[in-house]
C-alpha cells in the first residue's frame, strides 16, 4: 500500500520506505498539522543529508536544532523537537539496534509480535506515550501490512475500521477531509463537556 498522508509524493515514498522517518513523523505530529508533522522527515534529510539512527542521534544538537529551524522550519517548536528526535533515534540505536522496523517485526525466532507487545514497546520510545502509541498502532496495522495478533483491540478505537480519528485512516485529500472534521467535532464535544 502507498502512504498518502502529506501531499507530497517524495516525502510520502520517504515514509513508506524508511522505518525511522514513520516513526519521526508521529513524533512530529504534536500541536502542527498532519502533513507538516509527517513531512518533517523529508526536510530533516534534506537539510542533515541523513536519516539514520546513528547519525542523527550523534549529530552536533546545535546543528541539528539550527536544521530544524530553516524556513520553513521542521515544526513550530524547532529547539525541543529537534532534541526529541534525537533522543528517539538514540532509543532505536540503543534498543533496537538503529532498525526501527524492528520495534514492530521482531518477536523472537521469526515471529510477528502481538498488538500488546508493539504498544509496549512504542509506550517505551521518548515522546510516545499512551494516545500516541496506540495512533501509530493502528498506522501500521492499517496501511503499513503489519498484521500482529491483537493490534486492532491493542489500538483501542484507532483501530477500528473507518473511524477517520487520526492519522491511520488518511489514504486521500477526502479522508484527510473526514479525520479534520472527527478532531474537530471531538474538541467541540470536549469545550461543551466543561
Do not use: N
Not at 515544526?75 to 533515534?89: E, I, K, W
Not at 540505536?93 to 524492528?102: I, L, Q, T
Not at 475500521?161 to 486521500?172: L, N
Request: aromatic letters at 8%; charged letters at 25%.
Amino acid at each position: 500500500m502507498t502512504l498518502h498522508i502529506t501531499g507530497d509524493a517524495e516525502a510520502d515514498a520517504l515514509l513508506q520506505d524508511d522505518p525511522f522517518a514513520l516513526l519521526v513523523g508521529m513524533l512530529l505530529d504534536q500541536q502542527v498539522a498532519m502533513e507538516t508533522a509527517f513531512a518533517g522527515p523529508r526536510k530533516i534529510l534534506d537539510r542533515v543529508g541523513t536519516l539514520e539512527p546513528a547519525a542523527v542521534a550523534g549529530y552536533d544538537p546545535e546543528a541539528f536544532a539550527a536544521a530544524f529551524s530553516q524556513t520553513p522550519a521542521v515544526h513550530r517548536f524547532p529547539g525541543s523537537m529537534a532534541g526529541r528526535v534525537q533522543a528517539l533515534a538514540a532509543a532505536v540505536v540503543g534498543d533496537w539496534g538503529g532498525d526501527a522496523a524492528r520495534i514492530w517485526t521482531d518477536g523472537g525466532d521469526g515471529a510477528t509480535p502481538t498488538g500488546a507487545e508493539v504498544l509496549k514497546r512504542l509506550k517505551k520510545l521518548p515522546g510516545f506515550g499512551e494516545q500516541k502509541a496506540k495512533i501509530f498502532l493502528a498506522l501500521l496495522g492499517k496501511q503499513c501490512g503489519y498484521g500482529g495478533d491483537g493490534w486492532r483491540e491493542a489500538a483501542g478505537a484507532y483501530g477500528e475500521p473507518g473511524s477517520f480519528r487520526s492519522v491511520a485512516d488518511i489514504t486521500s485529500p477526502e479522508s484527510l477531509a473526514k479525520v479534520r472534521e472527527t478532531k474537530r467535532a471531538a474538541k467541540s464535544a470536549a469545550k461543551e463537556a466543561r
